[in-house]
């Protein structure tokens, strides 16, 4: 015949370290949680948007982030002289395709516009626990002309919280802070470098207060009343409004801190419907991206400290300013899908119901049988079931021992003889009863 | 405040050539199709896999093909000596991938395997019409040890048929062949090298049959006798057994073509209740790949003949043989999304029902009223809508707005007064009702 592969030799068959890659059973959680995503970004009317994984380098620079852990493309036989794909990269965020995307079709989008994207992103980083090279993030932004509404700052948080109630995650904390509230209580400190002091202070679970502290005086030489402010202003917590009260007792004024303290007291007023504790104010979170603007967000595991954000984002002013002259501010979040789910899958929490779709198993009896079994299946089908027929009129013990194995819960008997009945059987309960295809439920 | 892009050097937006990207009107249709493609592949029982993008070119090279169309990856910022990422690539197809993985996973995997694969794949390929850089693929494929049933050869067109039907795409046929039809039907002639008769006959809609005619002759050296049998092979078709007979009247006989006609007529008698013309045997098609052994699929658009296969594939002798020690044959086909899609988009054939997946736009009577409409949205999702809150109190004809360019079908009216009731407003129709959000229904 006309073989393949006539030298044997073996290449390792295991992913590379980095890229992870589930078996079909953890696949199907995953495909669970995929369609919990989608279906919840839907029904707060974001519309889906695909980009390219690929974007010219200009464009990855555009940002002037993480360049250096950019993958970028180059043809295996590309001729010396062709340089024609030298400036290719994979993207490593989403944020900055969509800002391209919204520049490209400008005039073809509704504002604001109300966008999610579920995509791979990839970056070249030492794999370790939670980083990986090759991993799926699930954004919503909402982007506008020249200003978008604190109505977003606050959705965006409650799809998330949304989304992890249905999903059943471990406990978790949704933090909320605004960049303006920070910015403020140190200008009206008098220091000098505000932005300064949120890069040290955005180091607060890594360092500790005193880190902090320590820092702040010996690197960025503030007084020790500014630095007791400062540390102060990052212990304060809370659910609700009083946060306002709580931060205004530290004696700072500056109308960017009121612009900021109202902006935060709108986003958790808004969201006072949802369970204590959901989503809290947190003084201390920063987010060192430099192009948050006001809220921020940044979500982590209550049971697994060490472990970083799971979900964070903020409002952005103008990040679509290197592709378009127009004002487009945006506010958005981002839940680090794989980072999460292959936490879970290494804490032994997925549970999975087996690897395959099917609802129901269709038997072959006999050769003679053949097609009254297929067509019994195609009519399942049709009645919207998931159906497997067995390929080849086996014994019957080693076609039920294939739908034991792949945990399909029905296994279908079809008449073995003209005038018995059809048949099913419940493989959790063991009892075989006989049914009409065209009406059965299980 | 903290403005990120100091300088405005514009960069172009516009998606690279070769890498498409979508409307979010386009996009919803193709969501659209991805769900309508997956829900059939699971309809047949197959469980999804996904591999890493990424894979090591050892892997990649395994198969021996397109290996000149592959993009390699680097990281921008690699060191000189860093040759760790140097061996990295993306996959051009999902077949490899897919082989290396039943390897890796083999003693935790149930067979025969019956997986589905939608994803992207990447080919250094010059851009043209119907060819991509980045396109995606909806494969299956059903793997065993050792051999694996006819049944798959013919459920997997049968899969497909069902999808293209439910996508409602211009008239197409799926055609089918059998290898060793060919190739023994070639040594059945005394013809020395079969396999070249496969290449040659593979062109005959490139190059007509009088081309293949001639290059049989001059460049392979067939005789008169040899040329006329093949030409008149090539110009087999049917969709019932009816074609074996007209083989078996073109005079070769060997054991191998028997086994290839019976294999053949199975296929056609299982597919036998689908409508005429849906599926035709086409004696004429070989699928240039050499690791090809059985059946092989084909399917073209009816309408756009030059257009090339839109979903394509055939069975395999041993494709993971370069992995594991163990004989893993395999039969498979692959839907070209983005092919077809991009096709149809280009032809003006794909119909858009708006850019947004919501049911209901909520309006906001009046600051007052603010929680009261907030409250009467969350209750509308609860109940399974997707709905949208308008974000502030804007005069109503500007939020009523809003929902006609998003071509969300109906607007909700929270009471403007105590004691009003709710009402809702059709898009369409324009009538307005009033209606409780506990109990309404489109």
Known sequence: MLALVTEHQIVRPTPISGFPEWLPEVRRVELRWLDTIRAAFERYGFCSVETPSVESLDV?????????????LRRLQADADDHSDARLGLHFDLTVPFARYVAAH??????????????????????????????????????NVDSVPAHFDAELPRVVHEIFTELALPARTIRINNRKVLQGFYEGHGIGDPLGVIRVADKIDKIGSDGVARTLSDELGLSAD?????????????????????????????????EGLDELSFVLTELGDLPPGAVVADLSIARGLDYYTGTVYETTFDGFPGFGSICSGGRYDDLAGSFIRRNLPGVGISIGLTRIFAKLVAEGLIESAGSAPSDVLVVIPSDARRSEALATARLLRTRGFNVETYHQADKLAKQVRYASRKAIPYVWFPPFDDGRPHEVKSMAGGDQVSADPATWRP
Chains 1, 2 share one sequence.
């Open 60 to 72: 990855l620079a555009s940002k002037g982030e993480t360049s250096q852990e950019v993958y970028t």
């Open 106 to 143: 400008f005039n073809d989008l509704v504002f604001p516009f109300k966008r999610y994207q579920i995509q791979r992103v990839w970056r070249g980083e030492r794999p370790q626990e939670g980083r990986f090279r090759e991993f799926t993030q699930c954004d919503i932004d909402v982007i």
């Open 226 to 258: 500014q630095v007791t402010a400062c540390i102060a202003l990052a212990a304060v917590r809370g659910s609700d409004a009083s946060v306002v009260e709580e931060v205004t007792r530290l004696g700072a004024k500056s109308d960017l801190l009121s």
